[in-house]
């Protein structure tokens, strides 16, 4: 039973176009909502979060939407570069539960020159 | 200055036999997270500590896995009687604190054969 669903398992796009990322979730008890970068041979890195009273959050190219009646989320990057190549994981914090995080499968994002 | 580090990178290890992960948080982190990663899966909750309070070992798939940690430092993750499907990244993550993002190890690869 996956809480938290990453759809597509990859993405390719060019150099400077958009990328969007998608995640779905099927908990409503959840209220924060992280995106994880991941490279080979790395643990994930942080790269955003969204609070479940907000709908966006932006930082520099990358922005997350949030959209609570449909239960998804989104992660924007643009301009897209070929460093953001990687797996990207959705992740997910329950109410009032545990500091534990729900993941998605991943993402793998490729961005070519 | 360092980041979450994790011992040792990589084990082989045969069936049957037990092993032993460690993982040193960042300095002042109060909590601490274990995760595992099969391959084409996600980052899947194995346990939980956060200051003097009892652990969350909601995660931990059998009793062959336990975990320890010392104060606010180091964390020891026991698996034994090792099976093949134990085989996985196990990541280890820690955090300031409620509500703080995780940052993550690198992550030691573990193959039972």
């Known amino acids: 039973d996956q809480q938290v669903k990453q759809n597509s398992p990859s993405l390719s796009v060019q150099e400077g176009r958009i990328s969007i990322l998608n995640c779905d979730y099927t908990n409503s008890m959840f209220d924060y909502f992280l995106w994880y970068k991941k490279y080979p041979a790395e643990g994930p890195t942080f790269l955003i979060s969204i609070s479940s009273i907000k709908d966006k959050n932006e930082d520099g190219r990358f922005t997350v939407f949030l959209n609570k009646s449909a239960k998804h989320l989104s992660l924007h990057i643009v301009p897209s570069q070929p460093g953001d190549s990687a797996v990207y994981f959705c992740a997910a914090r329950e109410i009032g539960g545990s500091e534990k995080l729900v993941f998605g499968k991943g993402m793998k994002l490729t961005v070519n020159p | 200055g360092a980041g979450v580090s994790q011992s040792p990178s990589n084990k082989v290890t045969e069936k049957g036999k037990d092993v032993e992960l460690r993982c040193d948080p960042i300095?002042?982190?109060?909590?601490l997270y274990w995760y595992r990663q099969r391959l084409g899966q996600g980052l899947e909750f194995l346990i939980y500590f956060q200051g003097n309070s009892a652990p969350d070992k909601s995660g931990l798939p059998s009793d062959r896995f336990s975990a320890e940690r010392t104060g606010e430092s180091v964390s020891t993750l026991t698996i034994q009687r090792t099976q093949q499907e134990d085989s996985a990244v196990y990541l280890c993550a820690s955090s300031p604190g409620t509500a703080g993002e995780q940052y993550f190890g690198p992550g030691t690869r573990l193959t039972v054969t």
């Open positions: 300095s002042g982190h109060t909590a």
